[in-house]
């Protein structure tokens, strides 16, 4: 069975400060990663994937097997990162997954002004 | 594009009711899927569709049925709603861009049940 894991309900940091928003994973096979984000009002929109290794407002996250990880960070956060942050997995064990996703929890990051 | 939309926003409903949330999307893919958000619990996966006349249970698919007419619609029906059915139900589409399959959500529908 798979698994993700946000163990943070809740982060709040000040505007400038760095934030890390972490998640495990629990897989058998290769996983495909992704965070999602939903800001207030807003729907739920993909900020980005581990196969691409990019950069998407500043935040980056990298996949970690060795410890199945796969943490979402920003160096310097902003208030407009305010948001729920989903983090969350798409398995292939043996065939297509066709994108089925199963979701962490969910973190609500708060910055702070 | 519209996108992928789905009505009502909200919908308030005493137990034992039925209704269906609408959901379609104008981008032509042909997988298109419900979830389930609740506090803590993140979203789960109710149903899923592969494709026109195709559809499959998710992780959470007891009292919901769907069927897959055709690409563009994805309806979801309470069959006998229960007040542990009361969420916000997002339905998504996705295409395999770049062999990974990226899922496209709609605004949500906020349901009570009663």
């Known amino acids: 069975a798979q698994r993700v894991t946000q163990p943070e309900k809740l982060l709040s940091v000040f505007k400038g400060a760095p934030v890390e928003l972490k998640c495990n994973y629990s897989y058998s096979g290769s996983p495909e990663l992704f965070w999602y984000v939903q800001y207030s009002r807003q729907r739920l929109q993909l900020l980005l994937r581990?196969?691409s290794r990019e950069s998407i407002k500043g935040f980056t996250a990298d996949l970690n097997k060795g410890e199945t990880s796969f943490h979402l960070k920003k160096p310097f956060a902003q208030e407009e990162d305010s948001a729920m942050y989903y983090c969350a997995l798409s398995g292939n064990a043996g065939g297509t997954s066709y994108g089925k996703l199963t979701f962490g929890q969910g973190t609500i990051l708060t910055v702070h002004p | 594009n519209a996108g992928v939309t789905q009505t009502p926003k909200f919908q308030v409903l005493k137990t034992g009711q039925s209704m269906t949330l609408q959901c379609a999307q104008d981008m032509n893919h042909e997988y298109m899927s419900w979830y389930r958000q609740d506090p803590g619990m993140g979203l789960r996966l109710i149903h899923y569709?592969?494709?026109?006349?195709?559809?499959d249970q998710g992780e959470v698919p007891n009292g919901y049925n769907v069927s897959r007419s055709t690409t563009e619609d994805f309806p979801l029906r309470l069959l006998s709603a229960a007040p542990s059915q009361t969420s916000v139900y997002f339905c998504?589409?996705?295409?395999?861009?770049?062999?990974?399959?990226?899922?496209?959500f709609g605004p949500g529908t906020r349901l009570t049940v009663t």
């Open positions: 569709s592969v494709g026109a006349g195709i559809t």
């Open positions: 581990h196969i």
């Open positions: 998504a589409s996705s295409w395999p861009g770049q062999g990974i399959y990226e899922q496209y």
